[in-house]
């Protein structure tokens, strides 16, 4: 599976951006589907997770109210809604397929990464 994420760029603190990660085909497996993001010299960081029906959803704590994840199956596509972006938004911003069809925080666990896409926020 190849997932391509779009949708970064640069953006002033207080606005918003949405995010998009197309995967190539669907998984056999109704896999999860999750985001992470990871700044200059600091950990790979949990953003979010969603089941393959959208129905379950995960977040970090941190960012739990301003981000909001969502997905369209039969366009095989996860976004990720990100509002009132701060400069420590800043970021390179991955999308990757969980192993299996529970949720999960822990990078590991996730079987399939796309390139990233850098979102930088503006003071």
């Known amino acids: 599976v190849q997932l391509q994420a779009s949708g970064g760029g640069l953006v002033q603190a207080g606005g918003s951006l949405r995010l998009s990660c197309t995967a190539s085909?669907?998984?056999?497996?109704?896999?999860?589907m999750g985001w992470f993001r990871q700044a200059p010299g600091k950990e790979r960081e949990f953003i979010g997770a969603?089941?393959?029906?959208?129905?379950?959803?995960v977040y970090g704590d941190s960012l739990k109210g301003r981000f909001t994840i969502a997905r369209d199956n039969a366009k095989n596509t996860v976004y990720l809604e990100m509002n009132s972006l701060k400069p420590e938004d800043t970021a390179v911003y991955y999308c990757?397929?969980?192993?299996?069809?529970?949720?999960?925080?822990?990078?590991?666990?996730?079987?399939?990464w796309g390139q990233g896409t850098q979102v930088t926020v503006s003071s």
């Open positions: 990757a397929v969980h192993r299996g069809s529970y949720l999960s925080t822990y990078a590991p666990n996730y079987i399939y």
């Open positions: 969603i089941s393959w029906n959208g129905e379950r959803k």
């Open positions: 085909r669907r998984t056999a497996s109704n896999n999860g």
